[in-house]
């Protein structure tokens, strides 16, 4: 099973809603990471986690806080989100935090800030 | 240094061509080059990567080239099917960096 797996696919929120992204993956994977993609632009890398720790930041927002309950899981807590915001979130994992690992990564989830 | 610059932006061929898509990198600490498929609504999938000991790589349909000196590496898709229609991300890393770095992505559309 290579699947990785994200809900939901899609969500649309006010600016004032608290709102969670989740991901989860069954591969035995000891990383995970949050990425969001913007249209006809690359991920961009917004937090890892490797080992349940995190161990990436690229300097994204408190309003973007990331939780890693267990291996298998992976969540992004939304809250007090700006229209600029919204974009496909999609989560991977990968077999360790090295970048050289194939990254698996899920369907996303469309969110829509109004 | 941190860039992979990748092109042509959009792509559009016949069924049966060959697109070539190709990257170009400046930070020769690199060595791992992977290559995305996304399609529309999709999370990106790897398709191929290679690392600079070698200077081809073929999985099915698709070659990667990758020329160390020039510091340039290219997706060849053979016989190309309206089904590989989709946006490609050349990316390249190493062991020790942060992260992956994309290249900005191109569009192939093969037409029937």
């Known amino acids: 099973d290579t699947e990785v797996t994200q809900t939901p696919k899609h969500l649309v929120m006010g600016m004032t809603n608290k709102k969670s992204l989740k991901c989860e993956q069954h591969?035995?994977?000891?990383?995970m990471y949050w990425y969001k993609q913007k249209a006809k632009k690359p991920p961009e890398l917004m937090f890892v986690y490797s080992y349940e720790k995190l161990s990436i930041n690229e300097s994204v927002p408190s309003r973007f806080s990331p939780e890693c309950p267990n291996s298998s899981l992976l969540n992004l807590h939304l809250h007090a989100l700006q229209p600029e915001d919204s974009a496909l979130y999609l989560c991977?994992?990968?077999?360790?935090?090295?970048?050289?690992?194939?990254?698996?990564f899920g369907p996303g989830t469309r969110l829509t800030v109004l | 240094q941190q860039q992979v610059k990748q092109s042509p932006q959009s792509l559009i061929v016949q069924k049966g061509g060959i697109p070539i898509i190709n990257c170009a990198y400046e930070?020769?600490?690199?060595?791992?080059f992977p290559w995305y498929q996304q399609f529309p609504g999709k999370g990106p999938a790897l398709l191929i990567a290679i690392r600079p000991d070698v200077s081809e790589k073929k999985e099915g349909r698709f070659t990667i080239s990758f020329n160390k000196s020039a510091k340039q590496f290219s997706l060849h898709i053979m016989d190309s099917q309206p089904g590989d229609s989709a946006t490609y991300f050349c990316?390249?890393?190493?062991?020790?960096?942060?992260?992956?770095?994309f290249g900005s992505g191109t569009r192939l559309q093969v037409q029937p």
């Open positions: 591969m035995g994977h000891r990383a």
């Open positions: 930070n020769t600490a690199f060595d791992y």
């Open positions: 990316a390249a890393s190493n062991t020790g960096r942060r992260a992956l770095t």
């Open positions: 991977a994992s990968s077999q360790t935090g090295n970048p050289t690992d194939t990254q698996y």
